[in-house]
């Protein structure tokens, strides 16, 4: 027990290890410009005046400035907790400095992925639709009433069924630029993606106008279904709706579709016909556009009032109105009658309330007398029918006519016994196509619509009359496709390329063709946006170029669409059909096979196929083929706004 008031030696603390010398930390942002300061340790002596002594009793270290805490009472507490405090803010600012570094790489990166995605496949089996940055190509006609809008950055898309009172949607076809389903029935309006939910309520009876159908565009990440109610108060359904669209990456679609009017009091019943813009983004439809025109206000049932539609462009959809009526006329003093029909072509196109007339055609009635002064009438029938060229529908009396949709007019004029002068007898029309230049190919013959002359595509080709053309179609640069076959001489299966200036390029010859083919192989079609062959060898599925080359192998191949499906020299996209368990899987793509990645597509702007060694695309291939070689092309320009296609012709 110590005395009290007597004072106590002061044990001897116990010796420390010298501490490493902590500098100032004013210069870390956020941190208190405080420095601990040297304290003298009780037991030892003091340092002189103006010398400071390290701070655990070591060598001395340079005077720090701050406020002195607790020096001389022997406690070293304090000192360890301002070390910690100092350690603690520079670890919370490295820290902090750290993560808003971090930050902004991982704010930049993501910046820069949203500006330039790298994803572009988007193999899609939801109704959902998104906007994504629009996808261009040139086109040598401009689309002026096309808004511009946004194009999926797919290469893949799988049309999506559904269906309505268990009737499911499952064709699809091309229809302009856009992809369609049949249009299916919906009893009771009620339309859903799933089968197995369809029900009909019984409640509404057959004609309830009532429809739906599938719609894909390239402004579209997914196909999706659209609904049509097509009856107002007083309507009766009088035709099932049809569908067209324009040409475009964001084509126009409408909906066309015939009413009758129900009798009211001594009023009869009238037939009507309207169409509907659809919304593409939406599927709402516009307000309807009335197709009907003076001549429709007396025509019933009984006169057979039809139409279809004719021709699409891409500004416009043209549909052709018919119908048929009596007329009179006098003979040698006698009065009679006879039937005439009616074909009324109209326009409708985006964005506008209001449908034009372009051209009204009827039969041709005539009273002829001979040397004797005795009348006859002779009537000369016409006909209004599609072609396979966008832009163009052709007129048939006494003669062949070819007409613009966009410019409604007359593009050409050919006489009906075109493909043979000698004979009398009229040549059917089967096939169009339009070279660019002032060239068309109608069936076997090419026609220059500015100087009316016709040349034998035969000759063209310097090909033999025993010589047969199997087949014809056109790749989207307007290079036309030419295959023959010899049924007596098995080298004469040949390809030909020819372009608008007539000048054809032959694909490998026939005596390589004979020994690659012999009996079992064949020709088995083009892909029209890489500018390959599909061919079955002895023993391989190979894919040859415009060159010669084989460029891979494949397991798929495109869906044949019919010639008047759509115009090749306006398609970006081309449709596939892969079978799975039985059931079809329709996908459109850029040009590759279903699971590929996107080709290089031909982008030579040539007008001849003998330029065809000038470019390269890369070809579709199969999945499991890594060879990837490259496929010529040929741009054949002139008029391709009116430019369509043939898959094949046998």
């Given amino acids: 027990m110590p005395n009290v008031g007597v004072p106590q030696p002061y044990a001897q603390q116990p010796s420390q290890p010298q501490q490493p010398y902590a500098p100032s930390v004013s210069s870390v942002p956020g941190v208190s410009g405080q420095a601990m300061p040297a304290q003298a340790v009780p037991g030892q002596s003091a340092a002189p005046q103006g010398q400071a002594t390290g701070q655990w009793g070591g060598a001395a270290v340079p005077p720090m400035s701050g406020v002195p805490n607790g020096a001389g009472n022997g406690k070293n507490n304090g000192h360890k907790r301002n070390i910690a405090a100092i350690i603690i803010a520079i670890v919370v600012v490295v820290a902090l400095v750290a993560g808003s570094v971090a930050g902004f790489f991982v704010w930049r990166n993501w910046k820069a992925g949203k500006e330039e995605t790298t994803s572009q496949t988007a193999k899609s089996k939801s109704k959902t639709k998104s906007k994504t940055k629009s996808k261009?190509?040139?086109?040598?006609?401009?689309?002026?009433?096309?808004?511009?809008?946004?194009?999926?950055?797919?290469?893949?898309?799988?049309?999506?069924?559904?269906?309505?009172?268990?009737?499911?949607?499952?064709?699809?076809?091309?229809?302009?630029g856009a992809m369609v389903s049949n249009v299916i029935h919906c009893w009771d309006g009620d339309a859903t993606a799933d089968s197995d939910s369809s029900y009909?309520?019984?409640?509404?009876?057959?004609?309830?106008?009532?429809?739906?159908?599938?719609?894909?565009t390239p402004a579209l990440d997914a196909s999706k279904e659209i609904h049509v109610s097509m009856l107002e108060s007083g309507e009766?359904?009088?035709?099932?709706?049809?569908?067209?669209?324009?040409?475009?990456?964001?084509?126009?679609?409408?909906?066309?579709?015939?009413?009758?009017?129900?009798?009211?009091?001594?009023?009869?019943?009238?037939?009507h016909l309207y169409?509907?813009?659809?919304?593409?983004?939406t599927g709402e439809l516009s307000d309807r556009i009335d197709l009907k025109t003076e001549e429709d206000n007396l025509i019933d049932y009984e006169q057979g009032y039809e139409y279809s539609i004719l021709a699409e462009s891409r500004d416009m959809v043209a549909i052709a109105k018919t119908w048929h009526s009596d007329e009179s006329y006098t003979t040698n003093g006698d009065s009679d009658t006879t039937n005439v029909d009616h074909t009324q072509v109209m326009g409708v196109t985006r964005g506008k309330d209001t449908a034009q007339v372009l051209q009204t055609f009827q039969d041709k009635i005539a009273v002829t007398a001979d040397s004797n002064g005795y009348q006859s009438m002779k009537k000369t029938d016409i006909s209004v029918n599609s072609t396979d060229v966008s832009d163009t529908y052709l007129v048939e009396d006494d003669t062949y006519h070819l007409y613009s949709v966009d410019n409604n007019k007359q593009i050409i004029s050919f006489p009906t016994n075109y493909c043979n002068p000698k004979n009398s007898w009229s040549c059917d029309v089967y096939h169009v196509w339009s070279l660019g230049d002032n060239q068309y190919v109608v069936d076997d013959q090419v026609i220059d619509s500015s100087t009316g002359k016709v040349q034998s595509l035969h000759d063209l080709l310097g090909l033999s009359k025993d010589e047969h053309i199997e087949a014809k179609d056109q790749f989207v640069d307007g290079t036309m496709y030419v295959q023959t076959d010899d049924y007596d001489n098995n080298e004469g299966r040949r390809v030909f390329l020819m372009g608008s200036d007539l000048s054809p390029t032959e694909v490998l010859d026939g005596s390589q063709w004979a020994r690659l083919l012999l009996t079992d192989g064949k020709f088995m079609g083009i892909n029209y946006l890489t500018k390959t062959i599909y061919v079955q060898t002895t023993d391989e599925q190979i894919i040859v170029n415009a060159q010669g080359e084989s460029v891979g192998n494949y397991t798929l191949l495109p869906v044949y669409d019919d010639p008047a499906d759509c115009d090749h020299t306006q398609m970006e996209w081309m449709m596939w059909n892969k079978k799975s368990d039985g059931s079809n899987s329709i996908i459109v793509t850029i040009g590759q096979a279903p699971g590929d990645p996107a080709p290089d597509l031909p982008t030579d702007s040539s007008n001849s196929a003998d330029s065809s060694d000038k470019s390269d695309s890369d070809s579709d291939s199969d999945s499991s083929s890594s060879s990837s070689k490259k496929s010529g092309s040929s741009k054949s320009s002139g008029d391709s706004k009116s430019s369509k296609s043939s898959k094949s012709e046998k």
């Fill in 136 to 176: 261009s190509k040139d086109n040598t006609k401009t689309e002026e009433s096309e808004p511009k809008s946004t194009m999926t950055k797919a290469i893949e898309v799988e049309m999506v069924g559904f269906s309505c009172d268990y009737t499911n949607s499952n064709s699809w076809n091309w229809v302009g």
């Fill in 200 to 216: 009909s309520s019984g409640d509404s009876l057959d004609g309830s106008g009532e429809y739906s159908f599938g719609l894909w």
């Fill in 236 to 271: 009766k359904e009088y035709s099932e709706p049809q569908v067209g669209a324009t040409y475009g990456n964001n084509p126009a679609v409408f909906v066309f579709y015939a009413v009758k009017t129900k009798a009211v009091g001594t009023t009869p019943e009238s037939v």
């Fill in 275 to 281: 169409a509907q813009e659809v919304n593409v983004e």
